[in-house]
């Protein structure tokens, strides 16, 4: 039987100390800080009653910190809605957990590529009429290019907001384009808005110091590390914009941009040799200082911020014909559901898009954002930090080129990519064009795989019906 007498004052501390500690955490679960992936139910309100509305984003520290404030302004002011944030540090992992139920938002982060397939699966409210009757200026404050990226069907089906073209980072004690003017060799112009191939190669070979055992590029053999070539030399990567069946590497104007660029790419003297390769990463020795050049994307900034003694700018991708690049596009969708959730869920993106959010994600370091004003800001640009060329990333979001909307492009280049490492690694290269026929080929599996003998289509039974 429970005895008072031993309800002594070392206890009755113990039970206060527990009760308050229940208490807090209640407040903290109330206050949009408690668990949501639950089995694939999250809550639907918030303190007060209030409706709860899930975000879900991935993103280093500095980027989720970011997401996390303007979310916690957002809340500041909503007497309607009660904004929670889900965070991941990658989008594999986010939309693993989406796609499993483990967590069902009302909005997420979405990258392009994989659009596709969340149409497929049916996971967004197309955008278009919502944002337009809140007064989203599309044209004037997004570039035309990035709202096409996300439009499909006839319809926005996610907000672009952040992203990154390709460009060329590259190691400024090891690449003094100053010195090499100066020896009459060839050199981008001053403002730093372009350089040809032929300026590229010479810088390569100007930062490739044998006695310093310095190299000058090193370039990823993969179908995206040189479709920036590919295009630049009026090629193309793809034989139909909308619905590939084939790689189109073997096209004329595809193996004249890859001939000249494997010129480059394949000089022994000014990349990382295979050996080099195996013992560390061509980052390593970039962030070494051992390496002129490296192709990277916005999210390197930071990094390599971090690296004592390492000064670094960056330059757009080389010309070739024309500029090209590829890029990273990032949206924010909305969860289809009951329409008073998506209404509020449009409601909150009208909020991510203002200045003032947008600015606390450039001021990251680590993301570029799609809207104009912001991308020229110092928000962004961040003009007394490395790089000093920072507009580079803006310039060369006009020069993206958009590879097709498709499902398979792991499975893709798993197929093609280590054909492509032999024609950079290969001792001889005797015919380039039959080489490229063969890699075309092979990506015909995977983007136009061949139906099974004895089979027509779906039969009727398993046609969908309305």
């Not at 497929?120 to 989203?136: F, H, I, S, T």
């Not at 996300?150 to 907001?161: E, H, I, R, S, V």
């Not at 941009?257 to 390769?277: A, F, G, K």
């Not at 912001?374 to 958009?402: G, K, M, T, Y």
Request: with cysteine; aromatic share 8%.
């Amino acid at each position: 039987m429970f005895s008072l007498t031993r309800f002594d004052w070392r206890t009755l501390v113990a039970v206060v100390v527990v009760a308050i500690s229940v208490v807090v955490a209640m407040v903290l679960y109330s206050d949009g800080e408690g668990p949501t992936r639950n089995g694939g139910t999250s809550p639907t309100q918030g303190p007060s009653g209030m409706s709860r509305l899930v975000f879900a984003v991935w993103g280093n520290e500095q980027e989720v910190a970011a997401y996390r404030s303007i979310v916690a302004d957002y809340n500041m002011e909503s007497v309607v809605v009660d904004v929670h944030l889900e965070a991941w540090p990658d989008s594999s992992a986010m939309l693993a957990d989406v796609r499993s139920g483990e967590v069902t938002p009302d909005l997420y982060l979405l990258p392009r590529d994989e659009l596709a397939e969340t149409l497929e699966a049916g996971r967004n409210r197309p955008l278009l009429d919502l944002l337009d009757e809140r007064g989203v200026a599309f044209g004037d404050e997004f570039p035309r290019d990035a709202i096409s990226a996300f439009t499909a069907n006839d319809n926005l089906q996610c907000m672009p907001y952040s992203g990154s073209p390709m460009v060329m980072y590259y190691n400024t004690d090891l690449i003094d384009f100053e010195r090499m003017a100066a020896r009459e060799l060839p050199v981008p112009p001053e403002d730093r808005e372009y350089w040809t191939l032929d300026m590229f190669r010479a810088a390569a070979a100007f930062a490739s110091r044998p006695r310093n055992d310095t190299k000058g590029v090193y370039i990823q053999p993969t179908l995206r590390g040189l479709a920036p070539f590919v295009y630049a030399g009026g090629g193309k990567l793809f034989d139909e914009d909308d619905d590939p069946k084939s790689l189109a590497l073997s096209d004329e104007d595809s193996v004249d941009s890859l001939r000249e660029t494997l010129e480059v790419l394949r000089d022994p003297t000014i990349t990382l040799t295979n050996r080099q390769l195996r013992e560390k990463s061509a980052l390593e020795y970039f962030k070494e200082g051992r390496l002129g050049m490296v192709a990277g994307f916005r999210d390197l900034t930071p990094e390599l911020r971090e690296v004592d003694g390492l000064r670094f700018d960056v330059m757009p991708m080389p010309e070739l014909d024309d500029d090209a690049t590829v890029g990273d596009l990032t949206g924010v969708c909305v969860a289809e559901g009951p329409q008073e959730r998506v209404e509020q869920s449009a409601d909150f993106l009208v909020n991510l898009l203002s200045d003032d959010a947008v600015s606390k994600l450039a001021a990251t370091g680590s993301v570029m954002p799609i809207k104009i004003n912001v991308s020229f800001s110092e928000a962004f640009l961040q003009p007394n930090l490395q790089p000093a060329n920072a507009r580079a990333f803006v310039n060369s979001v006009r020069s993206i080129r958009l590879s097709p909307l498709i499902e398979g492009w792991p499975e893709l280049e798993a197929a093609v990519d280590p054909d492509l490492e032999r024609l950079l690694t290969q001792p001889l290269l005797e015919d380039l064009e039959s080489e490229l026929e063969a890699i075309d080929e092979r990506s015909q599996a995977v983007l136009d795989p061949e139906e099974p003998e004895g089979t027509d289509g779906p039969s009727e039974s398993t046609s969908p019906t309305n």
